[in-house]
């Protein structure tokens, strides 16, 4: 007869590091929230400061974790692959996601009843600050936020809920709850961009947390996300 399972450490530890990240990500967003006058869209001067702030507080915490733990930032699943298969693959993902929340937005506009119409005023009034950020700092905007936020979701989050959830690193449903846990994460943390920008995250986080999962790597969603940010901020600077 064989005894009781005996914990696994590195799964604990796992989850400790996740829990911990995730209250310093949550507690930015409520300091976030109060701090800003309400019925105010963000200006170019909160975007900045918020992400300088947030990005900046988000990396210390993890590099912390790692620290603590005696971990390398190797773990992150930042890996050596040839450009063109990241951009390559980078480009199949930026596809991939403007598909999936194409998708979220039809179910959201039809579930809630909002017309296409309402939905494109809603997003425009939520970025509205977006569209007044000086054209140099659109090109730097995008690459930081697209390097540490998938950094902390795609790389921290991903691997950490993985290992937390499962003691077989190749547990396909391991992957799959740690993509979609991850991806909840990455959408409350794009709460500012109200209802539709949230869902639209949520599918855009599906994604890419597959193309990381996918791909063991990624690089090639640090591409895509840079790809969409930029795309996004031009269009939104001079449509």
Not at 83 to 110: D, E, K, N, R
Not at 150 to 171: K, M, Q, T, Y
Request: a positive charge; hydrophobic letters at 55%; charged letters at 15%.
């Amino acid at each position: 007869m064989s005894g009781p399972t005996r914990p696994d450490p590195r799964r604990a530890r796992a989850a400790l590091q996740a829990l911990v990240v995730a209250a310093v990500l949550l507690a930015l967003l409520a300091l976030g929230e109060a701090a800003r006058p309400a019925a105010r869209a963000l200006s170019p001067r909160d975007i900045a400061q918020g992400v300088a702030a947030g990005g900046g507080i988000l990396l210390g915490s993890i590099a912390v974790m790692l620290a603590v733990f005696r971990e390398r930032w190797s773990t992150l699943g930042f890996r050596r692959e040839a450009p063109a298969a990241v951009l390559g693959w980078g480009l199949l993902g930026l596809i991939a996601s403007y598909l999936l929340a194409g998708a979220g937005t039809v179910v959201y506009g039809l579930a809630a009843g909002v017309s296409p119409e309402q939905l494109a005023a809603e997003k425009t009034a939520a970025l509205s600050g977006f569209s007044e950020l000086p054209p140099a700092l659109i090109l730097p905007l995008s690459l930081f936020t697209g390097t540490y936020e998938e950094l902390v979701f795609r790389g921290f989050f991903i691997s950490r809920l993985r290992a937390a959830l499962s003691r077989n690193p190749h547990d396909r449903a391991a992957a799959a709850g740690a993509v979609v846990l991850t991806s909840a994460l990455f959408a409350v943390g794009h709460f500012y961009q109200a209802t539709l920008g949230v869902v639209q995250t949520f599918a855009i986080g599906l994604a890419l947390g597959a193309l990381a999962v996918r791909r063991d790597n990624v690089w090639p969603c640090v591409v895509a996300h840079a790809g969409i940010n930029l795309i996004g901020m031009l269009a939104l600077r001079f449509a």
